[in-house]
């Protein structure tokens, strides 16, 4: 029995942002749940497919989409349901940095008010227009889950004391306002499209992650491992348990709710 609760066996799932560090590893362990997945990126991530599927297993599918344009959203949807099936499951997981870290990175008081909207575009206003659709189709066939993924950033504030000596990828590391500003937001969606669709039995919850090793330095790691209670920075892998269980009946009750996968980081 518990290993059908926890089973997406039949079951049509979407991960945005697929070929990114935690959206790999989400689409292969919904691949493995027994999900079939459509994986979405701004450029098709064919070869993830093709990794992912297995011959007489479930079906990975690569789609390319720009979550910037909203008006090509029904389309995406369209094409994934007639090569998938319906959708039961919707992984909103992409998000954006821009195109320059530096930018990115650059103290507010000097953030590029273009980049801004970029992101806020990609973090936040794609996730609404997404599971609009969406979540008006699974409300009237009965039922589906939505996770939004949100950051620990979004329920706390940076401490800005581990940035000192900190680089990601070369680039002195910081954490703009846009990026705690675009996911607090992600939070809010959750709660309010959870209580508007739930008598529908739409579920949608927040996964909320905290700090992934991903090409930070070792002082980043030291200091950001130093507020932790367990000690140590989160792998992508930490995060996989969360998202079977929201994404499954195992969490057939759960809705409007916000899932830390943290460390413990927001508890003290």
Known sequence: MIDRLFSLEGRTAVVTGAAGILGRVFAGALVEAGARVALVDIE?????AGQLSKAGGPAARAFACDLRKPETFVELIDRIEGDLGPVDVLLSN??????SLAAFFAPDSEFDPGLWREVMTVNLDAMFFLCRILGGRMASRGGGSMILTSSIYGVVAPDQRIYEGS?????????????SASKAGVIGLARHLAALWGAAGVRVNCLVPGGVQSGQNDVFNAKYSARVPMGRMATAQDLVGAVIFLASGASSY???QVLAVDGGLTAW
Do not use: F, I, N, R
């Not at 992409?94 to 195109?99: C, E, I, L, P, V």
């Not at 680089?167 to 990026?179: E, F, I, K, M």
């Open 44 to 48: 098709a991530p064919t070869d993830l």
């Open 94 to 99: 992409a998000a954006t940095k821009g195109d």
């Open 167 to 179: 680089l990601y990828q070369g680039h002195q590391v910081g954490s703009p306002a846009v990026y």
């Open 254 to 256: 759960v809705t409007g």
